[in-house]
């Protein structure tokens, strides 16, 4: 699980939408707000062809912990009335899988 010092940005990222979502901290807001089109900007470059070059690593994050994260952003967002935040972890949601299924897999991968 050496992973996980990997994932410490993502799992932040969920900690502050939860804490958004069940106080309305004006600071989360602005994390989000934030945080959210970057991500999106992010993913499109990703998709881009100008990141091939970057390799995914053997100890990387496992695709399902992402997925686990995305879907628990979505709803904790969809919870708070944050709606275009929400739209926006849906498209980066959406970005990830079509990344993934376009990368080569290597055998580490799939666990």
């Known amino acids: 699980m ?10 932040a990222v ?9 106080t ?7 994390i989000i ?12 470059f990703a998709l881009s062809g ?4 970057v390799q995914r690593k053997a100890d990387d994050v496992p695709v399902w912990f992402y997925h686990f994260l995305f879907a628990a952003n979505v709803v904790l967002l969809l919870m708070a009335s944050f709606l ?3 739209g926006g972890w849906i498209v980066i949601w959406v970005l990830s ?15």
Not at 2 to 11: C, F, G, P, R, T
Not at 14 to 22: C, K, P, Q, R
Not at 97 to 110: C, F, I, L, W, Y
């Open 2 to 11: 050496s992973w996980i010092k990997n994932a410490l940005i993502d799992v």
């Open 14 to 22: 969920t900690v502050v939408i939860a804490w958004f979502a069940w």
């Open 24 to 30: 309305g901290a004006s600071w989360a807001w602005w």
């Open 33 to 44: 707000a934030i945080y959210t089109p970057l991500m999106v900007l992010l993913k499109v």
């Open 50 to 53: 100008a990141a091939n070059a």
């Open 84 to 86: 275009w935040s929400a």
């Open 97 to 111: 899988v079509v990344a993934e299924t376009r990368r080569p897999k290597s055998p580490k991968s799939t666990k």
